[in-house]
Each structure stands twice: as structure tokens, then as C-alpha cells.
T-cell receptor, first 114, second 109 residues
Framework: GAVVSQHPSRVICKSGTSVKIECRSLDFQATTMFWYRQFPKQSLMLMATSNEGSKATYEQGVEKDKFLINHASLTLSTLTVTSAHPEDSSFYIC??????????FGPGTRLTVT | GQNIDQPTEMTATEGAIVQINCTYQTSGFNGLFWYQQHAGEAPTFLSYNVLDGLEEKGRFSSFLSRSKGYSYLLLKELQMKDSASYLCAVRDNTDKLIFGTGTRLQVFP
């Protein structure tokens, strides 16, 4: 099956710093990648959709200047949380899809901002 | 607006059968997915329905009625390892996967 990896799996950073999370599709080329955020005991909330080589499309209420998404190749997308604050602490999950196939999820990244 | 409803929590006994319901109202419909998610892990794919009817896959089955905006996930011969959250998700007409709030299932011995 298709494998999606995320790095790092856990990260702790200080308030005001920036954190970059990588999402890679390991054995397929992903035409579209998605970034989700999940708070404890809540479901996944879509943050943005990115297609390789074009700008990401952000969901309403998600600040594009705070959550920078880059999808430079068909196998890599990055999410950078800029000037992180404690309220940004969450579980960030990416998923990747090739054309109209199902989405494959990465293992997630637990971000803690102190 | 987009709305996907599931029960928040359910409990069941090992060896039993449990049905998790999902109702949805979305901007268009391009398929319904069920995912299993253990605490602290990413969701794993369980099933996909795009046409009305029942899809069976081992101990798991999923049913869809598009006219009623309704689906259910049926889990048979429950095992302790089935304790997890079950997420219903609909792909809408903008190609996004919209998730329900998830149902936390606890299986007791």
C-alpha cells in the first residue's frame, strides 16, 4: 500500500519560534496533499489543500501567513508554523493522494509550544 | 453548510456486533469513507462507499444510502483491539474530505 511519512513525530518548541513539519509520500507521487489539525478528543479539521507547484488553498479561519505550506515536489510538502504560540499545540496530520484515489495519512506530528 | 454527525461514544462487549451510524449533509457527494484511529495515531482506512448498498470486508461492513444521507459501519466479532475512534468522512464536490466528530468505541471483555 501507499506510505506517507511525517517528520518529526514529536516536537517541542518555545513560544515565538517557528517549526517546520515535513510530509513525504514514499512510494507514489502525490498530486495533492492535505494538512489537518486535530485537538484532543476532536475530529480532524482540514487546514489547507496543496497541489504540487501551486499555492495552497486555505480553509476559512486558517491564517496563511502563520501556517506556511510549500509543495515543491510530487513527494514532499512542508508546513511551517511561524511564531508559534501555546494555542498552536496540536496534532498535525498530513495526507497525500494521487489523482482521485483514496487519501493516505501520515503518522502525525505532535507539536507542543511552551 | 457541511454537517456530519456520529454518536460521540459507544461501548460493546468482546465478541458482539456494533453498528456506528453516520448522517451527513454536505456540498455535493463524491464518496463516503470510514477510518479507524487509535489514540495518538493517524487514521487508517477501513472502507469506501460511493454507491448505495453494503460493502463487506472481513469483520467490517459499511452501508450507504445516498437518498437518506446515511451510512453505518458494522463491526462483527468484536475484539479488544477494536477499541478506537471511528471517523466518518465525506468527499464533497470540491474534492475535500470532510470529517465527522468521530465515535469513540470501547470494547469490554
Amino acid at each position: 500500500g501507499a506510505v506517507v511519512s511525517q517528520h518529526p513525530s514529536r516536537v517541542i518548541c518555545k513560544s515565538g519560534t517557528s517549526v517546520k513539519i515535513e510530509c513525504r509520500s514514499l512510494d507514489f507521487q502525490a498530486t495533492t496533499m492535505f494538512w489537518y489539525r486535530q485537538f484532543p478528543k476532536q475530529s480532524l479539521m482540514l487546514m489547507a489543500t496543496s497541489n504540487e507547484g501551486s499555492k495552497a488553498t486555505y480553509e476559512q479561519g486558517v491564517e496563511k501567513d502563520k501556517f506556511l505550506i510549500n509543495h515543491a515536489s510530487l513527494t514532499l510538502s512542508t508546513l511551517t508554523v511561524t511564531s508559534a504560540h501555546p494555542e498552536d499545540s496540536s496534532f498535525y496530520i498530513c495526507s497525500a493522494r494521487r489523482f482521485w484515489e483514496e487519501q493516505y495519512f501520515g503518522p502525525g506530528t505532535r507539536l507542543t509550544v511552551t | 453548510g457541511q454537517n456530519i454527525d456520529q454518536p460521540t461514544e459507544m461501548t460493546a462487549t468482546e465478541g458482539a456486533i456494533v453498528q456506528i451510524n453516520c448522517t451527513y449533509q454536505t456540498s455535493g457527494f463524491n464518496g463516503l469513507f470510514w477510518y479507524q484511529q487509535h489514540a495518538g495515531e493517524a487514521p487508517t482506512f477501513l472502507s469506501y462507499n460511493v454507491l448505495d448498498g453494503l460493502e463487506e470486508k472481513g469483520r467490517f461492513s459499511s452501508f450507504l444510502s445516498r437518498s437518506k444521507g446515511y451510512s453505518y459501519l458494522l463491526l462483527k466479532e468484536l475484539q479488544m483491539k477494536d477499541s478506537a475512534s471511528y471517523l466518518c468522512a465525506v468527499r464533497d464536490n470540491t474534492d475535500k474530505l470532510i470529517f465527522g466528530t468521530g465515535t469513540r468505541l470501547q470494547v469490554f471483555p
